[in-house]
């Protein structure tokens, strides 16, 4: 089963598969960098930088369907707004940990 | 117009990609994409028609950006763009000043592709509309003044207010207390402004049964018959939405729609159908409070709120009583047939220290019944009988004959039916003649 679904980039995108493979192109280009940003930050207990990045990431979470991680960077990013920060760590592995796969899936689907 | 210059401010490189790709598709779009508040701040020289501006930006808040940017160029149009959870707080932001707010998702592109196709052509007809010889201030207000009339300060903030109304085309809410002349505030702004020349259609919707709304308003298609709602008429013009309070859920969504996209779609209906209408709604409701109990859609709220627009009271403007009175007074009497009769000066007095909780209505209504009580060419306070007692409650605390009930409950309804004695005859299951006896006896 695919970790991402490109249903609403597709509607988006109105038939034009280049402008669809642009975004996927702008998507591995500049999230695992945010992701790991958030990770980074968390660490340094900078909490407002973490709970703007996931604000900031969400809508390409939802435009590229992975629907895994819609509630959870929701929660990253209310947690990390009200300083919750016990319950943060579990939420960002689960964050990197579906990323990668995502990415998996696209370098597969890309490859073939 | 060559070229219509678009800003894009988004530091989201996914979001910003989409809008420029969808906006770039028209050759008349020039597109600037900024990731940063102060990257648009800077280049704002440039002259853009249209900023679509993130509310996350990573230096200024987009509240801040926007700010700054109705400092240097108020006309200039700004759509903020908004995660989702953030409308809330996007949406206030159309109070300082923004022309729209669109929610991050898969649909953003297309609408602010549609927006940006709306205000170009907004854009060039107001380059066509300043080649032409325009109302002047003073034609404007006499204008105005034929519709509400009055000289006081409540009236003139009014009519300062209706002059920004009619030279553009944002969305009117119009509040008010019954009787307050919504109605003829939007008719004067809708005959100043350049949507004069299509229809000016007004739904008052307590009158309409529930079940005949949605198809009285978006028009309906049955057995291949298509009849056109409110919104298709009104094509190019004004639909007037009174005693706007809450609707059904689906019929706020398609209202919505109308006024989000400029679209419908008509009962039984399957395609969607383009309309450019002017939305007004008059309103005695608290919207605001319709809103925050849910009863209202947040997003509805606040794209009829658009304009806002506060009636004030005749109690608020009571040097315009006499003026008022003396106009409806000669209205009424031409219009009857009788011979011009004149409110002396103790009648005035007497009608301008009281408080007329009806408001403009409820004075048309008691003029008109001293036209018709007085016997002289000269109105005097005696001529005047001003309904003191609304409520039941109000009504009964004062203890009186049954006689003396009788005639309070007559003139309660004269006064709530512009002084119809047939329809208050029939709604109180009396003899007309009754009421004409009482009224020639002066006992109402």
């Known amino acids: 089963m695919s970790h991402y679904d490109l249903t609403k980039l597709r509607a988006m995108a109105q038939g034009n598969e280049a402008f669809v493979q642009r975004m996927i192109g702008v998507f591995l280009e500049h999230t695992p960098e945010q992701v790991r940003q958030i990770t980074e930050y968390f660490h340094n207990h900078n909490l407002p930088k973490v709970s703007a990045l996931a604000h900031k990431i969400k809508p390409s979470i939802d435009l590229m369907g992975i629907e895994e991680l819609k509630t959870v960077i929701r929660e990253i990013e209310l947690k990390a707004k009200e300083n919750q920060e016990d319950d943060l760590p579990s939420l960002i592995d689960r964050l990197n940990t579906i990323i990668n796969l995502v990415f998996k899936d696209i370098s597969k689907e890309l490859a073939a | ?444």
């Open chain 2, 1 to 444: 117009m060559d070229v219509f210059k678009i800003f894009i401010v988004e530091d989201d490189e996914c979001y910003a990609e989409a809008l420029t790709y969808h906006l770039s598709m028209n050759p008349d779009y020039k597109v600037y994409r900024f990731s940063s508040g102060r990257e648009c701040l800077d280049n704002l020289g440039l002259c853009p028609h249209l900023v679509s501006l993130d509310y996350s930006l990573p230096d200024l808040s987009g509240e801040e950006v926007l700010r700054k940017i109705k400092v240097r160029n108020p006309e200039l149009p700004v759509v903020m763009v908004s995660a989702q959870e953030q409308i809330a707080t996007a949406v206030g932001l159309l109070k300082e000043g923004a022309v729209d707010y669109l929610p991050k998702d898969e649909h953003t592109p297309e609408r602010l592709w549609y927006l940006a196709r709306n205000l170009k052509s907004e854009a060039a007809q107001q380059e066509t509309n300043e080649l032409l010889p325009g109302l002047s201030k003073t034609e404007l207000r006499k204008e105005f003044s034929r519709r509400v009339i009055g000289e006081s300060p409540a009236v003139k903030k009014l009519y300062n207010l209706m002059e920004k109304a009619s030279s553009s085309d944002v969305t009117l809410s119009i509040f008010g207390e019954l009787g307050t002349e919504k109605e003829a505030v939007a008719r004067a702004i809708y005959e100043s402004s350049p949507r004069r020349n299509g229809a000016f259609i007004k739904i008052g919707l307590n009158d309409v049964p529930k079940e005949g709304l949605e198809s009285l308003l978006f028009g309906e298609e049955v057995q291949q018959e298509v009849v056109p709602g409110a919104f298709e008429k009104a094509n190019g013009g004004v639909v007037f939405l009174d005693d706007f309070s809450q609707l059904e859920d689906g019929l706020q969504a398609k209202i919505l729609r109308v006024l989000r996209d400029g679209k419908l779609r008509r009962v039984e209906g399957e395609a969607l159908i383009e309309v450019d209408v002017r939305v007004m709604v008059g309103t005695h409701h608290d919207l605001r409070r319709d809103m925050e109990s849910g009863s209202l859609r947040e997003d509805l709220y606040f794209r009829l709120l658009g304009l806002p627009v506060e009636m004030p009271t005749l109690r608020e403007r009571s040097t315009d009583i006499p003026m008022l009175a003396e106009y409806y007074l000669g209205q009424y009497c031409r219009k009857n047939g009788f011979p011009e009769r004149l409110l002396t000066g103790m009648a005035k007095e007497k009608l301008r220290k009281y408080s007329f909780p009806g408001n403009v209505r409820e004075l048309q209504s008691v003029v008109q019944r001293a036209a018709v009580i007085s016997d002289s060419t000269q109105i005097g306070p005696e001529d005047i009988s001003l309904n003191e007692s609304l409520t039941i409650k109000e009504l009964l605390m004062k203890e009186d004959t049954l006689k003396g009930y009788n005639a309070r409950i007559i003139r309660h309804y004269l006064d709530k039916y512009d002084c119809n004695v047939l329809l208050v005859a029939d709604k109180l299951n009396i003899g007309k003649s009754t009421i004409y006896r009482m009224l020639k006896n002066r006992e109402i």
